[in-house]
Protein backbone atom coordinates (compact mmCIF):
# COMPACT_ATOMS: atom_id res chain seq x y z
CA UNK A 1 0.00 0.00 0.00
CA UNK A 2 1.58 3.41 -1.05
CA UNK A 3 1.56 6.04 1.56
CA UNK A 4 -2.07 7.86 1.65
CA UNK A 5 -1.87 11.64 1.73
CA UNK A 6 -3.87 13.30 4.83
CA UNK A 7 -6.66 15.03 2.24
CA UNK A 8 -7.35 11.43 1.47
CA UNK A 9 -7.62 10.09 4.66
CA UNK A 10 -10.12 12.72 5.62
CA UNK A 11 -12.02 11.77 2.80
CA UNK A 12 -11.90 8.25 2.96
CA UNK A 13 -11.50 7.04 6.71
CA UNK A 14 -10.80 3.78 6.11
CA UNK A 15 -11.00 3.14 2.53
CA UNK A 16 -8.20 5.42 2.23
CA UNK A 17 -5.78 4.01 -0.34
CA UNK A 18 -2.74 5.84 -1.10
CA UNK A 19 -2.67 3.46 -4.14
CA UNK A 20 -5.82 4.58 -5.25
CA UNK A 21 -6.03 6.56 -8.76
CA UNK A 22 -7.39 9.63 -6.83
CA UNK A 23 -4.29 9.96 -4.57
CA UNK A 24 -2.09 10.86 -7.45
CA UNK A 25 -4.42 12.82 -9.35
CA UNK A 26 -6.70 14.75 -7.03
CA UNK A 27 -5.65 17.39 -3.94
CA UNK A 28 -7.28 18.91 -1.35
CA UNK A 29 -8.08 21.57 -3.60
CA UNK A 30 -10.05 19.69 -6.26
CA UNK A 31 -12.14 17.38 -3.62
CA UNK A 32 -15.49 19.09 -4.44
CA UNK A 33 -14.24 21.83 -6.49
CA UNK A 34 -16.67 24.07 -8.07
CA UNK A 35 -19.38 21.97 -6.08
CA UNK A 36 -19.04 18.70 -8.38
CA UNK A 37 -21.08 15.78 -6.67
CA UNK A 38 -20.72 12.12 -7.31
CA UNK A 39 -23.87 10.52 -6.21
CA UNK A 40 -25.83 6.75 -7.21
CA UNK A 41 -29.80 6.36 -6.48
CA UNK A 42 -28.65 2.44 -5.49
CA UNK A 43 -26.62 3.42 -2.65
CA UNK A 44 -25.67 6.55 -0.11
CA UNK A 45 -21.48 7.12 0.76
CA UNK A 46 -20.40 4.81 2.91
CA UNK A 47 -23.49 2.20 2.60
CA UNK A 48 -23.19 -1.43 1.25
CA UNK A 49 -23.59 -2.11 -2.71
CA UNK A 50 -26.60 -4.38 -3.96
CA UNK A 51 -25.61 -7.79 -4.35
CA UNK A 52 -27.27 -6.72 -8.21
CA UNK A 53 -23.86 -5.41 -8.65
CA UNK A 54 -21.90 -7.76 -7.87
CA UNK A 55 -20.95 -11.69 -9.05
CA UNK A 56 -23.27 -12.82 -6.21
CA UNK A 57 -26.03 -12.62 -8.55
CA UNK A 58 -27.01 -13.32 -11.82
CA UNK A 59 -26.96 -10.16 -14.62
CA UNK A 60 -25.33 -8.65 -12.40
CA UNK A 61 -24.62 -5.02 -13.69
CA UNK A 62 -22.80 -1.70 -13.12
CA UNK A 63 -24.94 0.62 -10.37
CA UNK A 64 -26.32 4.12 -11.99
CA UNK A 65 -24.17 6.95 -11.33
CA UNK A 66 -25.42 10.59 -11.02
CA UNK A 67 -23.71 13.97 -10.61
CA UNK A 68 -24.58 17.20 -10.76
CA UNK A 69 -22.99 21.05 -12.75
CA UNK A 70 -19.34 19.86 -13.62
CA UNK A 71 -17.25 23.24 -12.79
CA UNK A 72 -16.79 25.58 -15.54
CA UNK A 73 -14.29 24.98 -17.73
CA UNK A 74 -15.07 20.93 -17.69
CA UNK A 75 -14.18 19.94 -21.31
CA UNK A 76 -14.85 15.64 -20.04
CA UNK A 77 -15.94 13.22 -17.58
CA UNK A 78 -14.24 10.43 -16.52
CA UNK A 79 -14.97 7.62 -13.72
CA UNK A 80 -12.41 5.14 -11.90
CA UNK A 81 -13.62 2.60 -10.10
CA UNK A 82 -11.60 0.77 -7.61
CA UNK A 83 -11.19 -1.58 -4.44
CA UNK A 84 -9.47 0.03 -1.86
CA UNK A 85 -9.51 -3.03 0.29
CA UNK A 86 -7.59 -5.04 -1.77
CA UNK A 87 -4.64 -2.48 -3.25
CA UNK A 88 -6.76 -0.31 -5.41
CA UNK A 89 -7.95 -3.23 -7.99
CA UNK A 90 -9.04 -1.57 -10.77
CA UNK A 91 -13.42 -2.09 -11.81
CA UNK A 92 -14.35 0.75 -14.31
CA UNK A 93 -12.89 3.01 -16.05
CA UNK A 94 -14.85 5.36 -17.65
CA UNK A 95 -14.12 8.48 -20.36
CA UNK A 96 -15.65 10.09 -22.83
CA UNK A 97 -18.93 11.35 -21.17
CA UNK A 98 -19.79 14.47 -21.85
CA UNK A 99 -20.36 16.89 -19.16
CA UNK A 100 -23.58 17.87 -19.65
CA UNK A 101 -24.54 14.14 -19.23
CA UNK A 102 -24.95 14.08 -15.49
CA UNK A 103 -25.58 10.57 -15.16
CA UNK A 104 -25.07 6.64 -16.21
CA UNK A 105 -27.91 4.35 -16.11
CA UNK A 106 -27.74 1.28 -13.78
CA UNK A 107 -26.38 -1.29 -16.25
CA UNK A 108 -25.60 1.43 -19.14
CA UNK A 109 -22.52 1.02 -21.38
CA UNK A 110 -20.44 4.32 -21.06
CA UNK A 111 -19.22 6.24 -24.05
CA UNK A 112 -15.58 4.83 -23.93
CA UNK A 113 -14.15 2.16 -21.20
CA UNK A 114 -10.72 0.93 -20.46
CA UNK A 115 -9.17 -2.23 -19.02
CA UNK A 116 -10.41 -3.08 -15.24
CA UNK A 117 -8.37 -5.61 -13.31
CA UNK A 118 -9.22 -8.52 -14.79
CA UNK A 119 -7.98 -7.08 -18.49
CA UNK A 120 -11.27 -6.62 -20.00
CA UNK A 121 -13.76 -3.58 -20.66
CA UNK A 122 -16.51 -4.09 -18.44
CA UNK A 123 -18.06 -3.52 -15.35
CA UNK A 124 -15.56 -6.21 -12.97
CA UNK A 125 -18.12 -7.34 -11.09
CA UNK A 126 -16.92 -7.72 -7.15
CA UNK A 127 -16.13 -11.29 -6.64
CA UNK A 128 -15.37 -11.73 -2.94
CA UNK A 129 -13.88 -15.13 -1.59
CA UNK A 130 -14.14 -14.27 1.76
CA UNK A 131 -16.82 -12.68 3.98
CA UNK A 132 -14.28 -9.47 4.73
CA UNK A 133 -16.29 -6.27 4.00
CA UNK A 134 -14.44 -4.00 0.56
CA UNK A 135 -14.61 -0.32 0.84
CA UNK A 136 -15.37 0.25 -3.54
CA UNK A 137 -14.49 3.71 -4.31
CA UNK A 138 -16.13 5.51 -7.02
CA UNK A 139 -14.02 8.97 -8.55
CA UNK A 140 -15.59 11.24 -10.71
CA UNK A 141 -12.96 13.75 -12.54
CA UNK A 142 -13.93 16.87 -14.18
CA UNK A 143 -11.32 17.37 -16.88
CA UNK A 144 -10.46 20.35 -18.84
CA UNK A 145 -9.37 19.09 -21.85
CA UNK A 146 -11.14 15.54 -24.12
CA UNK A 147 -8.93 12.29 -23.71
CA UNK A 148 -7.71 11.51 -26.68
CA UNK A 149 -7.74 7.53 -25.88
CA UNK A 150 -9.04 4.59 -27.57
CA UNK A 151 -11.19 1.82 -26.49
CA UNK A 152 -9.50 -0.60 -23.97
CA UNK A 153 -6.63 1.76 -23.15
CA UNK A 154 -5.31 0.75 -19.39
CA UNK A 155 -5.34 2.55 -16.03
CA UNK A 156 -1.89 3.95 -16.45
CA UNK A 157 -2.70 5.73 -20.04
CA UNK A 158 -5.92 7.08 -18.96
CA UNK A 159 -3.79 7.85 -16.00
CA UNK A 160 -1.31 9.71 -17.74
CA UNK A 161 -3.62 11.26 -20.25
CA UNK A 162 -5.46 12.50 -17.27
CA UNK A 163 -2.32 14.56 -15.60
CA UNK A 164 -2.74 18.17 -15.17
CA UNK A 165 -6.30 17.96 -16.97
CA UNK A 166 -8.55 17.51 -13.44
CA UNK A 167 -9.94 21.04 -12.73
CA UNK A 168 -12.19 18.83 -10.02
CA UNK A 169 -12.88 15.46 -8.08
CA UNK A 170 -15.82 13.70 -6.41
CA UNK A 171 -15.59 10.22 -4.14
CA UNK A 172 -18.36 8.31 -3.58
CA UNK A 173 -18.08 4.98 -1.42
CA UNK A 174 -19.70 1.75 -1.77
CA UNK A 175 -19.12 -1.72 0.45
CA UNK A 176 -19.92 -4.98 0.04
CA UNK A 177 -19.21 -8.41 1.94
CA UNK A 178 -20.16 -11.81 1.24
CA UNK A 179 -23.29 -13.10 3.32
CA UNK A 180 -22.15 -15.73 5.23
CA UNK A 181 -23.36 -19.15 4.02
CA UNK A 182 -25.56 -20.90 6.25
CA UNK A 183 -23.86 -24.15 7.29
CA UNK A 184 -26.26 -26.31 9.66
CA UNK A 185 -30.23 -24.80 9.02
CA UNK A 186 -30.70 -26.85 13.22
CA UNK A 187 -28.83 -23.71 14.77
CA UNK A 188 -31.56 -21.07 13.08
CA UNK A 189 -34.39 -20.27 15.23
CA UNK A 190 -37.66 -20.21 13.47
CA UNK A 191 -40.27 -18.81 15.14
Known amino acids: MSECPAWLEAALNDAADGSLTVASLGSA ?3 GAGG ?5 AAFEDGEELDPSFTADEEDAVAP ?15 IVVEDATAGAKCHWLVWGIAPQRGKLMEG ?9 GAGNSDWLLPALADDEEHSFVFQLYALDAPLNLAPGASRKALVEAM ?22 WDDIDVE
Open 29 to 31: SLL
Open 64 to 78: PMEWNQPPEGTMEMA
Open 36 to 40: LKLTS
Open 108 to 116: EVPPRTGKN
Open 163 to 184: QGHVISVSLLTGTYAREKEIED
